[in-house]
């Protein structure tokens, strides 16, 4: 039975390159308290000059460009394919007449990257999502061409007015026609004032472990409301974190819309497919959710046979020198191996599901 990673993220050269150019977020610089360490800053907010500097972004060294590097890592967990997608912020910063040539660029870097590892590697593209929508278009019916894509990195932004906007019907429509499978990813976390004062005295830990997985949440529940897989019933997305909070709320979701006197006298409320018709029938989830217990909703809403194992390497790196395996990863492994007594159903989610949904023995 294979291992495969589908929640692996990298920045091709070419990316850091770019973030190195740059002066506001995202971007990688040194700072005078520590001018030997690269920092990437990338979330919104991370550099204020009031953060302290042990949360101004993160270290990042080659294990976020060198792919040598993922291969030991996929080496020393015995995970034997990997899906990689380029990490947040994608291209969602770029100007529009950039983004299309920009996103060409990384596509075909990736996939070369992918041929060098035969076997081993394939990858999420990635969208030039502040282009034209034509360019966006374009893209995709590209990268169904390119050998080792099998989809779409999206964040939760979409063309800048978030997953309902009607004008992404032509990119939904595109991916649906070629069968691209979306792996959507938070970045944007929340407003940061619903941390309050003190946030600073956690670094990352609410943006990274309720912000992302409510921001997830937040924009799936727009396109279940706008009623984006009623358009598009072959749609198929990849939640990233198990669905943020989805499996766990989808009946509060379902029954706020009974309930609501608005959605009813517009229409919206009736003859609409329900969320757990859609997490069941459209919705991946990943099992990167560190516990048995999270994993245990996510069984619950979409099944065994739709939970695919990912790590999130580079990102949470073990914090203590002379590690060699990651806490992080592991965390993911005995999740599994507890919530199925390790059996048959374990092998489909640590690998089999992957291989079916996403054609990796071709
Ligand atoms: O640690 C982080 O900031 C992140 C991030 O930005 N993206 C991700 O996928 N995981 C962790």
Same mark, same amino acid.
């Given at each position: 039975?294979?291992?495969?990673?589908?929640?692996?993220?990298?920045?091709?050269?070419?990316?850091?390159?770019?973030?190195?150019?740059?002066?506001?977020?995202?971007?990688?610089?040194?700072?005078?308290?520590?001018?030997?360490?690269?920092?990437?800053?990338?979330?919104?907010?991370?550099?204020?000059?009031?953060?302290?500097?042990?949360?101004?972004?993160?270290?990042?060294?080659?294990?976020?460009?060198?792919?040598?590097?993922?291969?030991?890592?996929?080496?020393?967990?015995?995970?034997?394919?990997?899906?990689?997608?380029?990490?947040?912020?994608?291209?969602?910063?770029?100007?529009?007449?950039?983004?299309?040539?920009?996103?060409?660029?990384?596509?075909?870097?990736?996939?070369?990257?992918?041929?060098?590892?035969?076997?081993?590697?394939?990858?999420?593209?990635?969208?030039?999502?502040?282009?034209?929508?034509?360019?966006?278009?374009?893209?995709?019916?590209?990268?169904?061409?390119?050998?080792?894509?099998?989809?779409?990195?999206?964040?939760?932004?979409?063309?800048?007015?978030?997953?309902?906007?009607?004008?992404?019907?032509?990119?939904?429509?595109?991916?649906?026609?070629?069968?691209?499978?979306?792996?959507?990813?938070?970045?944007?976390?929340?407003?940061? +004032? $619903?941390?309050?004062?003190? %946030?600073? #005295?956690?670094?990352?830990?609410?943006? @990274?472990?309720? /912000?992302?997985?409510?921001?997830?949440?937040?924009?799936?529940?727009?396109?279940?409301?706008?009623?984006?897989?009623?358009?598009?019933?072959?749609?198929?997305?990849?939640?990233?974190?198990?669905?943020?909070?989805?499996?766990?709320?989808?009946?509060?979701?379902?029954?706020?819309?009974?309930?609501?006197?608005?959605?009813?006298?517009?229409?919206?409320?009736?003859?609409?497919?329900?969320?757990?018709?859609?997490?069941?029938?459209?919705?991946?989830?990943?099992?990167?959710?560190?516990? +048995? $217990?999270?994993?245990?909703? %996510?069984? #619950?809403?979409?099944?065994?046979?739709? @939970?695919?194992? /990912?790590?999130?390497?580079?990102?949470?790196?073990?914090?203590?020198?002379?590690?060699?395996?990651?806490?992080?990863?592991?965390?993911?492994?005995?999740?599994?191996?507890?919530?199925?007594?390790?059996?048959?159903?374990?092998?489909?989610?640590?690998?089999?599901?992957?291989?079916?949904?996403?054609?990796?023995?071709?």
């Amino acid at each position: 039975m294979p291992i495969v990673d589908i929640h692996t993220h990298i920045y091709p050269p070419s990316y850091v390159d770019l973030l190195r150019t740059r002066k506001i977020v995202p971007y990688i610089r040194t700072f005078a308290d520590a001018p030997d360490s690269s920092r990437l800053i990338i979330l919104p907010g991370e550099d204020d000059p009031s953060t302290p500097s042990t949360s101004r972004g993160r270290p990042i060294g080659p294990e976020y460009y060198d792919i040598a590097q993922k291969i030991a890592f996929m080496d020393q967990h015995k995970i034997d394919k990997s899906v990689i997608s380029l990490a947040n912020p994608w291209l969602d910063f770029l100007p529009a007449d950039e983004a299309g040539e920009a996103a060409r660029k990384i596509n075909d870097d990736v996939n070369e990257i992918c041929a060098k590892w035969e076997g081993r590697l394939y990858a999420f593209g990635t969208l030039p999502l502040s282009a034209k929508t034509d360019t966006i278009v374009s893209e995709i019916h590209r990268l169904k061409g390119l050998k080792y894509m099998r989809g779409v990195i999206l964040g939760t932004s979409g063309l800048g007015a978030g997953l309902d906007d009607p004008a992404l019907d032509p990119v939904w429509s595109a991916l649906q026609e070629t069968g691209q499978l979306i792996f959507l990813h938070p970045h944007y976390g929340l407003p940061k +004032e $619903v941390y309050g004062p003190r %946030a600073n #005295e956690y670094g990352h830990v609410l943006p @990274l472990a309720l /912000g992302f997985p409510l921001e997830t949440t937040i924009a799936v529940s727009r396109m279940l409301l706008s009623g984006v897989w009623d358009r598009f019933t072959k749609l198929n997305v990849l939640l990233a974190h198990s669905g943020g909070t989805l499996p766990f709320l989808a009946g509060r979701l379902e029954s706020c819309v009974l309930h609501d006197g608005h959605m009813k006298s517009a229409g919206t409320r009736d003859n609409r497919r329900s969320v757990w018709d859609v997490l069941k029938t459209n919705i991946y989830l990943d099992a990167v959710v560190y516990s +048995e $217990v999270g994993l245990k909703a %996510a069984v #619950e809403a979409s099944g065994a046979d739709r @939970l695919l194992f /990912g790590t999130d390497h580079p990102f949470f790196p073990p914090l203590e020198e002379d590690v060699e395996e990651w806490h992080s990863v592991n965390a993911n492994y005995t999740a599994i191996s507890k919530a199925f007594n390790d059996d048959e159903r374990a092998k489909d989610v640590l690998g089999n599901n992957a291989v079916r949904i996403l054609r990796l023995d071709e």
